[in-house]
C-alpha cells in the first residue's frame, strides 16, 4: 500500500530502478495558454552543487552522464493524461558515487509571457514507483498552498547511510528553471 506523504516526512526507498512520476492539472479558466511544466532533476554532490552541468537532468538534456536519471521527455499541454505527465526513471545502483542528493523541480515555461503560476494549477504531485512492478510507493500531493510561485521543489533523493531515502519538499519560488540553475549549479550559470 502507498504511502501519501505531508510535507517534509521521508520514506526509505529500498529499490534499485524507480519511476518518479509528476503530474498536474490546470485550471480552465485561468489561461487561455497551454500550460507547459517542466520536471528536472539536479543530481547534487556533497557540496549541493551539480558536479558538472551534464548532472542536472531535463528537456535539453534527458539523460545523465552515468546513465541513472532518464527524463521521459516534455510534456507541453501538462494534465493530458490521467497519470503522470512527466516521469524521470532512476536507477539508484547507477549513480555516480559523487552524487549524494537527487532534487525534483517543476517549472512553469515562459510563465511571465503566460501570465502562469501554480495557483492555476491544480491537483500536482509527486510519485515514487517500482519500475519493475509500477507499483507506487509513496505519493505527495502539493497543496493549494502556492498562489504566485512558478518553480516548486517537489521532492528529493538522499543518501543515509549507504541507503537511498525519499524527503517530500514543497518549497515554492518565484522565477523559472533559472532559480534552480542557479542555486544548484552556480558555478555553471
Not at 510519485?127 to 510507493?137: C, K, L, P, S
Request: hydrophobic residues 35%.
Amino acid at each position: 500500500m502507498a504511502i501519501n506523504l505531508t510535507k517534509g516526512q521521508r520514506v526509505d526507498i529500498g529499490l534499485q530502478k524507480i519511476g518518479v512520476g509528476l503530474g498536474w492539472d490546470p485550471n480552465a479558466a485561468a489561461s487561455g495558454n497551454d500550460y507547459d511544466l517542466d520536471a528536472s532533476a539536479f543530481m547534487l554532490g556533497a557540496d549541493k552543487q551539480v558536479p558538472s552541468d551534464v548532472f542536472f537532468v531535463f528537456y535539453s538534456n534527458p539523460k545523465s552522464p552515468d546513465g541513472a536519471v532518464q527524463s521521459s521527455g516534455d510534456d507541453r499541454t501538462g494534465g493530458s493524461s490521467e497519470g503522470d505527465d512527466e516521469t524521470l526513471m532512476v536507477e539508484l545502483g547507477r549513480v555516480d558515487p559523487r552524487i549524494e542528493e537527487i532534487v525534483f523541480t517543476v517549472t512553469i515555461y515562459e510563465f511571465e509571457e503566460r501570465k502562469q503560476n501554480f495557483g492555476q494549477v491544480r491537483n500536482s504531485f509527486i510519485r515514487i514507483y517500482d519500475a519493475t512492478t509500477n507499483v507506487e510507493i509513496c505519493k505527495y500531493e502539493l497543496g493549494e498552498d502556492f498562489s504566485i510561485e512558478t518553480a516548486v521543489e517537489f521532492g528529493r533523493l538522499y543518501k543515509r547511510g549507504g541507503a537511498w531515502r525519499f524527503e517530500a519538499m514543497g518549497v515554492g519560488h518565484k522565477g523559472g528553471l533559472a532559480t534552480f540553475v542557479s542555486k544548484y549549479a552556480k558555478k555553471f550559470s
